[in-house]
């Protein structure tokens, strides 16, 4: 790709941002600016599916991300910098499978030790009923860092998720103007 074509590309996406209002400051959903990963991955289900700033929920439109079943599954968001994080909004399946989320913890941190799920935990994730998103909050809790993952306590479990919004304010260690 030439340094024009990507310049045009930048420009349209700079210009949708602001129409659409998605910037870096507080309120706004930083994930959509990070880069996510899995344990693994489940017949294309990737883990970028769950930051696409796409809501609908349902499996087979291809908007979900998915681990394969097995133990300990995790799904993880890099934002690139460390932020003060406000909220996690979850976003449920709504086409079946919505109990699989039950018993899911939310951690945050800057290390990657045990692929991040080592980090202090925001939450615990008790429910979230089908065709529903459910908002956490983590008062301010810093990192890079945000995994959701399916403890130990049940094996073989698959982790899928619609939607994983984040807000949050850059913390005092990184440029509060920039989103990566």
Not at 19 to 33: D, E, K, P
Not at 121 to 145: D, H, L, Q, W
Request: proline share 3%; hydrophobic share 30%; charged share 20%.
């Amino acid at each position: 790709m030439n340094l024009l074509h990507r310049m045009k590309n930048l420009a349209v996406v700079f210009v949708l941002l602001a129409v659409l209002g998605q910037t870096c400051g507080s309120g706004s959903n930083l994930a959509l600016f990070g880069k996510a990963s899995q344990s693994s991955t489940y017949y294309g289900a990737s883990p970028q599916r769950a930051i696409d700033g796409n809501t609908e929920g349902t499996y087979g439109k291809g908007s979900c991300s998915c681990t394969r079943r097995q133990t300990n599954p995790w799904w993880r968001v890099d934002l690139g910098k460390t932020y003060k994080i406000d909220t996690v909004t979850i976003t449920n399946r709504k086409d079946c499978c919505s109990g699989r989320l039950n018993g899911a913890e939310i951690h945050i941190g800057d290390t990657l030790v045990a692929s991040g799920n080592a980090n202090p935990r925001c939450a615990v994730i008790r429910s979230i009923g089908p065709r529903k998103s459910k908002t956490f909050k983590c008062n301010g809790m810093e990192g890079r860092y945000v995994n959701i993952v399916i403890p130990r306590k049940r094996r073989y479990q698959y982790l899928t998720l619609c939607e994983v919004e984040v807000t949050g304010t850059a913390s005092e260690e990184t440029d509060e103007y920039a989103c990566n």
